[in-house]
């Protein structure tokens, strides 16, 4: 039996409703004037498509922090194939955090509940209003095909905050002093490329009378006729004309000063110029990563940790961003990597093969934690979990050993 679905909109079941008309509800959150096509929001998008790279999930765990279980949970339906009816899983982890590059905070609410108070549908909206207890979170109501303000507890809704808010969002951060100074070299190149003359136009008679006044309005107007009409913009004057043209204006030096805050918002966020172009070399890329792409994830995964799991069951299940080990490597160091994961019993032949997109094998050995390259009855681990009875865990494997010792394994999670 269907379960029937409640939308935050009307707190009742909702009815469907076709309409033959609407608005696409971008994903383009940034307001950053004339600055939003320059090299800012090429930041926030560069950003934004990394954290998306991550996976998002609801998973089980044991006393230790390590993973036992990814449920089949509603929670992990929404965050793994279909958020809401209009975004994919990547589109809505991009929208949380162009939110909070443009705006310093972002709100994702569940918009859609099913009889058992499971998410049906989530959905990332800004925060336009601040109460005790409760929040007023602009949604886009899918069905009446507009933005609406919602006020949703705070205990039901994850209220995630940039990481990074004193460089992006703070008045006085590098990000809004760059996002000045381009608008400001964008006014410069506009009026320097206006195709204005900027000239004084001296006439033999006094101006302070109303007559006088009107006839060199007139005699303007014929100046700018006449270079209007004129093919290379040439214009004739009286005699009695004296034309002046004003110095050369003072040159602030805007360019520089964008370059140097350009460099300057780079070093803050952890960037460099060859990470944003795709050729750094690994260190650079660590430090990236580190520095601007897990704050965002962690705080991702914090704020939806808040709103679906309780308290009483956190030591139990959370939610938890991976990235794929391969990710950005060559084909070299992929081979490299698959053989000193596997060597030293960290990861299954076939987790490798499905980092590689490769289909799973069948053989009892890709299932093992064993090294490959030596004979199955010396391997130093014994009791290995075979394809049938795969239900070990991978602290129970790292346990046992020829002798019986207890071996130490470290805490992922720590």
């Not at 955090?97 to 859609?112: D, F, I, N």
């Amino acid at each position: 039996m269907a379960k029937r679905m409640y939308s935050i909109f009307t707190r009742s079941p909702t009815k469907t409703e076709i309409r033959t008309s609407g608005f696409y509800p971008s994903l383009s959150t940034i307001g950053l004037g004339s600055a939003e096509k320059s090299i800012v929001g090429s930041i926030f998008n560069r950003i934004a498509i990394d954290v998306s790279n991550n996976r998002f999930m609801h998973v089980k765990v044991d006393d230790e922090g390590f993973i036992e279980e990814i449920p089949d949970s509603m929670i992990n339906r929404r965050l793994r194939y279909k958020p809401n009816i209009n975004q994919s899983p990547s589109q809505f982890i991009r929208d949380i955090v162009l939110r909070l590059c443009s705006e310093g905070c972002a709100a994702v609410v569940t918009t859609y509940t099913n009889d058992d108070d499971e998410p049906e549908q989530i959905q990332v909206g800004s925060i336009s209003g601040w109460y005790p207890e409760h929040v007023c979170v602009q949604l886009f109501n899918n069905t009446k095909q507009s933005i609406e303000s919602v006020v949703v507890e705070k205990s039901k809704c994850a209220i995630i905050e940039n990481p990074l808010y004193t460089v992006m969002n703070d008045n006085a951060s590098g990000i809004k002093r760059l996002i000045s100074k381009i608008s400001q070299m964008d006014a410069y190149t506009a009026a320097a490329t206006s195709g204005k003359i900027n000239a004084f136009v001296g006439l033999d008679y006094d101006t302070s009378n109303p007559l006088m006044e009107k006839r060199a309005k007139q005699r303007i107007e014929n100046l700018e006729e006449q270079m209007q009409n004129n093919k290379y913009g040439i214009y004739y004057h009286d005699s009695t004309d004296k034309i002046t043209f004003p110095n050369k204006p003072i040159d602030i030096d805007v360019v520089d000063q964008v370059k140097y805050l350009e460099e300057q918002v780079f070093a803050e966020l952890g960037l460099t110029r060859s990470v944003f172009t795709g050729e750094a070399k690994e260190d650079a890329n660590r430090i990236y990563q580190a520095k601007t792409v897990e704050p965002f994830c962690r705080a991702i995964s914090e704020g939806l940790t808040y709103m679906w799991i309780s308290e009483d069951m956190f030591s139990q299940e959370r939610i938890i961003s991976t990235k794929s080990m391969f990710s950005g490597v060559t084909g070299t160091e992929i081979a490299d990597m698959s053989d000193k994961l596997s060597r030293n019993a960290i990861v299954k032949g076939n987790e490798v093969r499905r980092e590689l997109g490769l289909i799973k094998s069948d053989e009892p050995q890709a299932n093992m934690l064993m090294n490959p390259n030596m004979p199955l009855q010396d391997q130093p681990i014994q009791g290995q979990p075979t394809a049938e009875d795969g239900k070990q865990t991978l602290m129970n494997i790292f346990n046992q050993n020829d002798t019986g010792a207890s071996r130490s394994v470290p805490n992922i999670f720590q």
